[in-house]
Nanobody, 135 residues
């Protein structure tokens, strides 16, 4: 079983930065893209796995291709370590609306340059880490 563990969350003020990390371990997939999703704090417990999670950013297996949601484009940067098991999300110019639980996810893939922004195309999920942005 593949395990994903997030770190780097915390509480910051508007305009500040945070960097999230996600490390994959265990029985990792042969090739996998990785992504970040988030879920606003205070939402009801989802009725189904992943329900209510918003796509943030994704990176391909080879690290060359990325995709961002419009809400974070230009402020967040996703990257992947050359070891391919570690992924980062550099978050700059944070806004209150970025406050959420951030989830790391991974999806099996054949092509090195494929990325997905659909949560239904991800096969493994982390437990989530909290990011709180206040004035």
């Amino acid at each position: 079983q593949m395990t994903l563990v997030e770190s780097g969350g915390g509480s910051v003020q508007v305009g500040e930065s945070l960097k999230l990390s996600c490390v994959a371990s265990g029985r990792t997939f042969n090739r996998y893209y990785m992504g970040w999703f988030r879920q606003a704090l205070g939402l009801r417990t989802p009725q189904a796995p992943g329900q209510g999670r918003e796509f943030v950013a994704a990176v391909s297996w080879d690290g060359e291709k990325t995709h961002y949601s419009d809400s974070v484009k230009g402020r967040f940067t996703i990257s992947r370590h050359k070891n391919r098991t570690t992924m980062y999300l550099q978050m700059n110019s944070l806004k209150q609306e970025d406050t959420a639980l951030y989830y790391c996810a991974a999806g099996q893939v054949q092509h090195e340059d494929y990325v997905s922004w659909s949560l239904f195309e991800y096969d493994a999920w982390g437990q989530g880490i909290q990011v709180a942005v206040s004035t």
